[in-house]
Nanobody
Framework: QVQLVESGGGLVQPGLSLKLSCAAT????????VGWFRQAPGKEREFVAT????????VYADSVKGRFTIARDKPKNTVYLEMNSLTPEDTALYYC??????????????????WGQGTQVTVSS
């Protein structure tokens, strides 16, 4: 059973960057997809980005495309989410999750079966 530990959240000013980490313990990511989701207060959880561990295939939400980059570090069994040009609208609790979704459902949160505890990102001046 894989367990996920997120880190890297914090308070940052608009326009700046932050890098989140999602480390796996218990087993490797192997053939799983590792996704990042976020949930702002009063809003539903939304998809941010995902990467298929074995192939490196990535998908991004339109709202973060061109600003966020998801990357895997195989030796460290860790997935990163590099977030640039942050805006207050990016403020949320960010979760990483793993699952085995088919490509057509890779952005659906119900396709991911194991979740981390979340890390808070606050973008404010």
């Amino acid at each position: 059973q894989v367990q996920l530990v997120e880190s890297g959240g914090g308070l940052v000013q608009p326009g700046l960057s932050l890098k989140l980490s999602c480390a796996a313990t218990g087993r490797t990511f192997n053939n799983l997809a590792v996704g990042w989701f976020r949930q702002a207060p009063g809003k539903e959880r939304e998809f941010v980005a995902t990467v298929r561990w074995s192939s490196g295939y990535t998908v991004y939400a339109d709202s973060v495309k061109g600003r966020f980059t998801i990357a895997r570090d195989k030796p460290k069994n860790t997935v990163y989410l590099e977030m640039n040009s942050l805006t207050p609208e990016d403020t949320a609790l960010y979760y990483c999750a793993v699952g085995s979704p088919i490509i057509s459902a890779i952005t659906r949160s119900d396709m991911y079966h194991t979740w981390g505890q979340g890390t808070q990102v606050t973008v404010s001046s």
